[in-house]
């Protein structure tokens, strides 16, 4: 063997100070979340759909002379033409206008239905679970039994007191929509509640709307989005469901439920008319739960890499 | 230390928990210690003892009982005014055992170390309290570069000094290190032991050192507590109590210290303890009592003669 002569050796120079050094770029959370979302290819796909529909659901009732309520009774039914892109329905009004149109109301139930979810849902159970115990008990059997009710009963109950409308429709669907958010941030905090960073804030004195606000729902976050966006397709769906019974939005506003149900009597002859609703209701749902999909393997931090 | 000084008074401290079918765990049952001011406690025992639980209650994580705990004469668990007990909560702080568990993945290292800052309003602008986080970072071995970065890029090190430096920002008297060490690599263990060392000579602070690495709590602790299953069987000076153990549950932990010389390791014995070998009278009174100056034993009034003719 060689011998590698003494003068070849040189003392490494160690640098404490180098040690601590950290070389990865700093990546906050969200960003990591970003990163791995924009990976997942499906996910990608529906949120792209999902800002298609929403910028349809604004422009789209522009695009076309047409109004959403105008009745032309000398061109009902007719089919999809350069004219009338989607067709027309039974009294002639323009159903491309009438699909965007009701895109907005039917996205807006979504929506405000799943952030009133979000708001009661998240202060429900974020105190029941912090609070324990008693309190605990008390406010998620108060859930229980709101959750017991018959669903469709309640609705109907209230479409008759109320009488129809929009804010009929999302006082429904939040009435015990929520109990599913609060029953999942409920889980979260318990079990964040005794995490040690926590208790450090808690020896540190801090108090419980600050320990409730920057340590337990931004990490129970990862859930609560997940649930969120799985909401909203199910006030869709719901919409279009109740909508179907005759429960949905009063005349001459359109939803897509409405529309749907008015366009199944006239399947035989007239297709399009449900044709159009139908699949535009399949598309937002689908592309929720993709989008929703996507979050929850994106924010979850056991997968980062 | 010329004249000791009663920082913390524990008295006859109980923390039950109900875990329901009326079932009662005696975590702590009737613990009495006092812990001198700029010393440091070292608190030993097996897993389940009762070690961390005793630190929680100290600080007010749980509600105790039974049993008063003092800070500086003002007892930590009697109703308060909200000025009060931030006050109290200033000057007690404490050290997780779990590093990856004790510091909030969405906070950056500077918003963790400035919680404290915060909520106690301890700086007027955010210069002075950006200042004092690189203050801190600096004084736990960090640089300041790692004040916008998240935890989840440290090492279990240096997020135990992160964690260090966040119960240091509100200059506290007192801190409970529970298990610091414990979840951290051996090369590390020194670092994190001599970083507090070295804390206690600039600050003055006052540590209760909860662990169940015997050797290490024997290099840090100036006096050790044993605790067996919720109570604390014996306490003393930590050379004392290396040299003289009376209590047969301190002998047996003793001797399942490894030796570093394969020689003596090889010829080792582990004493096993064993409860029933006290043979205890019904109705016999236990009590912590004191053998020696300053060396306590949880006995029974005739094993009391016995240790005391056995020490002299």
Redesign the interface.
């Given at each position: 063997m060689q011998q590698i002569p003494k003068e070849m050796f040189q003392p490494a120079s160690v640098d404490l100070?180098e040690a601590?050094?950290?070389s990865?770029p700093?990546?906050?959370?969200w960003k990591d979340v970003s990163i791995r979302f924009r990976k997942n290819k499906l996910a990608m796909f529906g949120l792209v759909l999902l800002v298609i529909l929403v910028f349809m659901a604004i422009f789209g009732p522009y695009m076309t002379k047409y109004d959403y309520a105008t009745n032309d009774l000398m061109s009902t039914n007719q089919p999809p033409s350069a004219k009338h892109w989607f067709g027309t329905d039974e009294l002639g009004r323009d159903v491309f206008a009438r699909t965007w149109y009701g895109a907005r109301i039917s996205l807006f139930i979504g929506l405000a239905a799943a952030l009133i979810d979000l708001f009661i849902g998240v202060l429900w159970g974020g105190i029941a679970g912090f609070r324990g115990g008693k309190t605990d008990e008390v406010m998620m059997r108060i859930a229980d039994i709101l959750w017991a009710v018959p669903y469709l009963l309640l609705v109907i109950l209230l479409m008759v007191i109320l009488g129809q409308g929009l804010g009929t429709m999302i006082l429904a669907m939040t009435i015990t929509g929520w109990i599913n958010m609060a029953r999942i941030v409920r889980g979260q905090v318990l079990q964040l509640k005794n995490?040690?960073?926590v208790?450090?804030?808690?020896?540190?004195?801090?108090?419980t709307s600050?320990i409730m606000f920057?340590?337990l729902i931004?990490?129970a976050?990862g859930p609560i989005l997940v649930t969120l966006t799985l909401t909203i397709p199910s006030a869709i769906f719901t919409e279009a469901f109740l909508s179907y019974l005759g429960l949905g939005v009063p005349q001459p506003l359109a939803s897509w439920g409405t529309m749907a149900s008015e366009g199944v009597q006239a399947l035989q002859y007239y297709p399009w008319r449900l044709f159009f609703p139908a699949t535009f209701i399949c598309l937002t749902i689908f592309a929720f739960n993709v989008v929703g999909d996507g979050l929850r393997d994106a924010l979850d931090?056991r997968l980062?890499k | 230390m010329a004249e000791k000084q009663k920082l913390i008074e524990i008295k006859n401290l109980k923390q039950y928990f109900n875990v329901g079918n009326g079932q009662v765990i005696k975590a702590v049952d009737g613990v009495t210690f006092d812990i001198y001011k700029g010393e440091t406690l070292g608190l030993v025992g097996e897993s389940g003892c009762g070690k961390s639980t005793t630190g929680?209650t100290i600080?007010?994580?749980y509600q105790a009982t039974a049993g008063e705990v003092l800070f500086n004469g003002v007892s930590v668990h009697a109703k308060k005014s909200a000025k009060e007990?931030?006050e109290l909560?200033?000057k007690?702080?404490?050290i997780?055992?779990?590093p990856y568990?004790?510091?909030?993945?969405?906070?950056t290292v500077a918003d963790?170390i400035a919680?404290?800052i915060d909520?106690?309003g301890l700086a007027k602008t955010k210069e002075e309290r950006m200042k004092r986080v690189y203050e801190l970072l600096e004084t736990v071995?960090?640089?300041r570069?790692?004040a916008?970065?998240?935890p989840?890029?440290?090492s279990g090190g240096?997020r135990q000094r992160i964690?260090i430096a966040?119960a240091l920002a509100?200059e506290p008297e007192f801190v409970i290190a529970d298990e610091p060490i414990s979840a951290l690599d051996v090369s590390i263990q020194a670092q994190v032991v001599n970083l507090m060392k070295r804390l206690q000579r600039e600050k003055g602070l006052t540590y209760l050192f909860i662990a169940h690495d015997l050797s290490m709590v024997k290099y840090i602790s100036d006096r050790i507590g044993v605790m067996y299953f919720g109570k604390m069987v014996e306490l003393a000076e930590a050379e004392e109590l290396y040299r003289n153990p009376i209590h047969p549950y301190t002998k047996s932990l003793l001797s399942a210290i490894p030796h570093p010389d394969p020689e003596i390791e090889r010829t080792r014995r582990r004493t096993i303890y064993d409860p029933s070998q006290h043979n205890y009278k019904e109705g016999e009174q236990l009590e912590f009592r004191e053998v020696a100056l300053g060396h306590f034993v949880l006995c029974s009034e005739e094993e009391y003669k016995k240790y005391k003719a056995m020490y002299s």
């Open positions: 100070s601590e050094k950290i990865k700093s990546l906050s959370y995490q040690e960073y208790l450090a804030a808690q020896t540190l004195g801090a108090s600050r920057k340590h931004p990490n976050m931090p980062r | 929680r600080i007010g994580l007990l931030k909560k200033r007690m702080q404490m997780f055992q779990d568990a004790s510091l909030n993945p969405r906070m963790i919680e404290g909520i106690h071995g960090l640089n570069e790692h916008n970065r998240y989840h890029e440290f240096q964690g966040r509100v």
